[in-house]
């Protein structure tokens, strides 16, 4: 496989970072992942755009989006799937190990790769996932993505280690997100999920069901829920670039609604539909 790093596109195995690097002495960085359908980056400019803002969050310099889509696109020639994920990295580059920032001239560390990706079977999404809550213990700057993912990694792993697909964070009662993905409930035929605000990842794909449940005039609320709210959903669902969109049928070990429901089944075919037309 090849990887773009800093400006160039080499093998796999030539791709040589630092251990003096920020990203891995102290997850001094920020990421991105882009679904590809089709051979097609999906919303590539909302991707580019929440990049620079992370950038911003974390005082990084400007780094050119042109170059990024560039190196992207070159990436993209080199791959020969229909689906895939590209995984963005930038981290505040290479300096012996110091907290504070490294001179304005050390260049941030830029890696970019692009995998085969297979999404969730029809049977999976038919039969929805299980997933259990845990305490939101994340810090308050959530809608940073950065790659400091230990709080996320730690809860996947509990939800492994439980038998469940995935947790879902909880912070004062309300619910905020999963670990890779944010959370959608529809009660009462409202669709429900929880506002922008410091303590979620503000996810594309949030954003594009959204604007799909628009288009089909459903009713929204942009309200946190509670946890006792989705146990008592019609249907509770994740969506994310990876995710798309996946029903969620158990909470806690208990049962939601009765089947994986028909709103996220169908708002998952119009994103497909969204995706491969675009493409
Ligand atoms: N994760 N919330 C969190 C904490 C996430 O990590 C993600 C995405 C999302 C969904 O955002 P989007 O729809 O823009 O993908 C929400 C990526 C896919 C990951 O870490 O692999």
């Known amino acids: 496989m090849m990887v773009y790093l800093n400006g160039k596109l080499i093998d796999e195995t030539a791709a040589c970072i630092s251990f003096d690097d920020r990203g891995f002495l102290f997850a001094d960085g920020v ?9 097609q980056f999906f919303e590539w400019d909302r991707h580019m755009a929440r990049l620079q803002r992370s950038l911003e969050g974390i005082y990084l310099p400007h780094v050119d989006n042109d170059e990024l889509t560039q190196g992207a696109l070159t990436l993209l020639d080199r791959f020969d799937g229909d689906e895939g994920m590209l995984y963005l990295q930038i981290t505040r580059g290479v300096h012996p190990r110091s907290h504070a920032f490294p001179p304005q001239d050390v260049a941030p560390t830029i890696l970019m790769w692009i995998r085969p990706h297979q999404s969730f079977s ?7 996932v299980s997933v259990i809550t845990v305490a939101d213990d994340r810090w308050a700057k959530v809608w940073i993505k950065t790659i400091g993912l230990l709080p996320n990694v730690l809860a996947k792993e509990k939800a492994h280690k439980l038998g469940v697909f995935d947790a879902v964070f909880v912070r004062d009662g309300m619910v905020t997100e999963a670990t890779s993905a944010n959370i959608f409930i529809v009660r009462q035929g409202v669709l429900q999920t929880h506002p922008v605000t410091n303590y979620i990842l503000p996810g594309i794909t949030r954003e594009v069901v959204l604007e799909l449940a628009r288009d089909r005039q459903m009713p929204i609320s942009l309200e946190p829920f509670s946890v006792e709210e989705m146990y008592l959903a019609e249907e509770v669902f994740l969506t994310g670039t990876t995710t798309e969109i996946l029903p969620v049928t158990q909470v806690d070990n208990k049962r939601i609604g009765t089947q994986a429901g028909g709103v996220s089944v169908s ?8 995706a491969y037309s675009v493409s």
């Not at 990421?31 to 051979?39: D, F, K, P």
């Not at 029809?122 to 929805?128: L, R, S, V």
């Not at 708002?267 to 969204?274: D, F, G």
């Open 31 to 39: 990421y991105e992942v882009v679904h590809i359908y089709s051979r």
């Open 122 to 128: 029809a049977e999976t999404i038919q039969q929805g």
């Open 267 to 274: 708002l998952l075919e119009a994103l497909r539909q969204r």
